[in-house]
C-alpha cells in the first residue's frame, strides 16, 4: 500500500505519516525539502528539481509499500504559487507518481512556526488548489479536518478499507 499527505505547511502531515508509519509498520518516505534545505539559507527554483530528484530517489529506495510525508503535488503547487510557472520534472514526476490514496490535511489547526516555513497567512488559499489539483487529476483523496484523534480515526477508516479490497 501507498499512501501520501499533502496539504499546506503546518497541517499535519508530517505528523499523520509518522503514526500511520508506526501503527501499520510501513516504510516512512519524509520530506526531502526539509533535509535538502535545512543546509541552505536561501533557495531558488532550480532547488525545486533537486529536492523532486531526491524525494524520488527515497521512494524508489522504500519499494512499493511506503507512507509519504509529502508528495509531488507540494512541489507543483508551491512552484506554480511562489515562481509562477513549473519544471518539465515536477510536472512528470507529478502526473506520474503513484500512491493508494491520498490524505489531504486541512489548515484548520493552529499554524506551528518553524525556520523553514513561510506561508502563515495562505494556507487556506494554498488547500483549495491542492483540492482542485485532487479533483483536476481524479486522485483517490481524503480531506482530514480537525483534532489530531479525529484525523486518525479517518485515516484509519480509510486504510482498513483498503486493506479489506
Known sequence: MRIAFTGPESCGKSTLAQWVSETYNLPLSEEFAREYLAQ???????DLDTITSGQLADWHKK?????ADTEMTVLKI???????????????????QVFDHYFLC????????????????????LFLMYEAELIHLQRPFTILKGSFEKRQREVNSILLDLLNC
Request: glycine share 2%.
Open 63 to 67: 519499494g512499493a509499500k511506503l507512507v
Open 78 to 96: 508551491w512552484s506554480e504559487y511562489r515562481y509562477k510557472n513549473t519544471s518539465h520534472l515536477i510536472l512528470e514526476a507529478h502526473k506520474n
Open 40 to 46: 541552505k539559507e536561501s533557495y531558488v527554483q532550480q
Open 106 to 125: 486541512a489548515p484548520d489547526i493552529p499554524w506551528e512556526a518553524d525556520p523553514l516555513r513561510e506561508n502563515p497567512s495562505n494556507r487556506a488559499e
